[in-house]
């Protein structure tokens, strides 16, 4: 069946690095939208970033533009969330998740969890000194 497993994740230093991994089975991701959501205690989901699945153009939240990248291997059907200058306050579960909609819908709303059908486990990232 369909399954998006997520791995990377972490306890790092704040400024460090940590890069995750989104991989898929049961379907081929390259033909998708493919976004990443986090969520730490107590604070509603935030989405993080999206990839569209037609021209790879991305989306970032501002809490991580400039720090993190997002981008597609599709030879090992996998998606990765390359996060950089690390602070506490992205400390959080990521969540990796896929959907089908259009790309003019993406450039609107990658931030919504209702945009995505397809949700992995999630992975931890902590950081702290």
């Known amino acids: 069946q369909a399954q998006l497993v997520e791995s990377g994740g972490g306890l790092v230093q704040p400024g460090e690095s940590l890069r995750l991994s989104c991989a898929a089975s049961g379907f081929t991701l390259r033909h998708y939208a493919v976004g990443w959501f986090r969520q730490a205690p107590g604070k509603e989901r935030e989405g993080v970033s999206c990839i569209s699945n037609r021209d790879n153009t991305s989306y970032y939240a501002d809490s991580v533009k400039g720090r993190f990248t997002i981008s597609r291997d599709n030879a090992k059907n996998t998606v990765f969330l390359q996060m950089n200058s690390l602070k506490p306050e992205d400390t959080a579960v990521y969540y990796c998740?896929?959907?089908?909609?259009?790309?003019?819908?993406?450039?609107?709303?990658?931030?919504?969890?209702?945009?995505?059908?397809?949700w992995g486990q999630g992975t931890q990232v902590s950081v702290s000194s």
């Open positions: 998740v896929s959907g089908a909609k259009s790309e003019a819908y993406y450039k609107v709303y990658y931030y919504l969890g209702s945009s995505y059908d397809s």
